[in-house]
């Protein structure tokens, strides 16, 4: 397992060892010893897997005071994900990293309690697994608007096909109710 460490130092680029011959391949996705070796350390709790069609932009999703940390990966497919640090007080506040996700470089994105993750599908279709540490909680979610010009995300995209909440969501200095750096 290779880990690279991102721009944002709590979030890590995870890229799994594959294990191929002739008769296709195993991939480990996950080992409690070797990712807890890099602070990937709370136990997962919920899985999700979304499938979504080319051009679909899921978030930017949060959740706060119930914060969640994820580990995702794509299984099908190819996505640019984004992770924001939008922990007040933190001196990474509204910085982003993104990576692109796909089935072809099987890497893995930790995103970590306090910062806002979405992701938009570059492929025809993208199927998206997430792997929780928190249980999802309605009543604490958050969403930040995904264009927001403060955060400066280059989607590659103008218009994406968004759900009404994300759509509507407030930008990132209109929400009150954000985790504080050192908190989470």
Same mark, same amino acid.
């Given at each position: 397992?290779?880990?690279? *460490?991102? /721009?944002?130092?709590? *979030? ?34 919920? /899985? ?23 580990? *995702? ?8 994900? *984004?992770? %924001?640090? %939008? ?98």
């Amino acid at each position: 397992m290779n880990v690279i *460490v991102a /721009d944002l130092p709590e *979030v890590l680029i995870i890229e799994p060892k594959l294990f191929g011959d002739p008769r296709g391949f195993l991939l480990e996705t996950y080992q409690v010893v070797r990712y807890t070796d890099y602070g990937v350390c709370r136990p997962f709790v919920q /899985d999700n897997l979304s499938r979504s069609d080319r051009g679909v932009l899921r978030g930017l999703h949060l959740q706060n005071p119930r914060t969640q940390g994820k580990l *995702v990966s794509v299984m099908r497919g190819r996505v640019i994900d *984004v992770s %924001v640090d %939008v922990r007040l007080g933190s001196p990474n506040f509204g910085r982003h990293v993104a990576v692109e996700l796909s089935e072809e470089n099987r890497r893995q994105l930790w995103v970590p309690r306090g910062f806002a993750h979405g992701f938009l599908v570059l492929s025809e279709t993208a199927d998206f697994l997430y792997k929780c540490d928190e249980l999802y909680s309605p009543k604490d979610e958050i969403v930040v608007r995904w264009n927001d010009p403060a955060i400066g995300i280059a989607w590659g995209m103008e218009n994406p096909f968004l759900s009404a909440r994300d759509a509507a969501a407030p930008l990132l200095s209109e929400i009150t109710n954000l985790p504080v750096y050192g908190q989470v």
